[in-house]
């Protein structure tokens, strides 16, 4: 099992994706995590998750090790699969929740209160090939894989 989550090719696209996303995703859970570049830190996320959308702190606390952690995990590539599939249900649930009401576009232009889901819409796609194929090119789930097969 172990094996088939961290199995990959030794791909730079992947790593380039990898990277890209988890950078976009960790300035967003840094916000979450730390209430650094304008966000608002654990205890009011937690409260506000609460109060817009009546989410048990338990789902919040998810959101938020998943868009901190996985997301810097993910840049590290390690267990790209899990962390990859753990940002995308974020995705899920940040269209369903808040974004879809919005429609696909954001809001370039302030003519709507809220933000459409195009955003989500491209992590969900860049997470989705990092599940098929793994962390490529100098991720953890790599060099852990040679380390198990004995450096192939």
């Not at 009546?54 to 996985?70: E, H, K, M, R």
Request: include cysteine; proline fraction near 1%.
């Amino acid at each position: 099992m172990l094996k088939r989550l961290i199995q990959t090719e030794d791909d730079i696209k992947l790593f380039i994706l990898r990277i890209t996303v988890g950078f976009v995703v960790l300035a967003h859970g840094v916000q979450k995590l730390f209430g650094w570049f304008g966000g608002h830190g654990v205890s009011s996320t937690i409260e506000a998750f609460g109060q817009w959308f009546g989410f048990p702190s338990f789902i919040t606390v998810l959101v938020i090790l998943a868009d901190s952690f996985g997301a810097f995990f993910l840049m590290l590539g390690l267990f790209t699969r899990f962390m990859a599939a753990s940002i995308s249900m974020v995705m899920i649930g940040a269209i369903i929740f808040v974004h879809g009401r919005w429609g696909f576009y954001m809001n370039w232009y302030s003519e709507q209160r809220g933000e459409g889901f195009e955003f989500h819409l491209l992590i969900l796609a860049i997470c989705a090939v990092l599940i098929i194929a793994g962390g490529g090119k100098w991720s953890a789930d790599k060099l852990i894989s040679s380390k198990i097969n004995g450096g192939k």
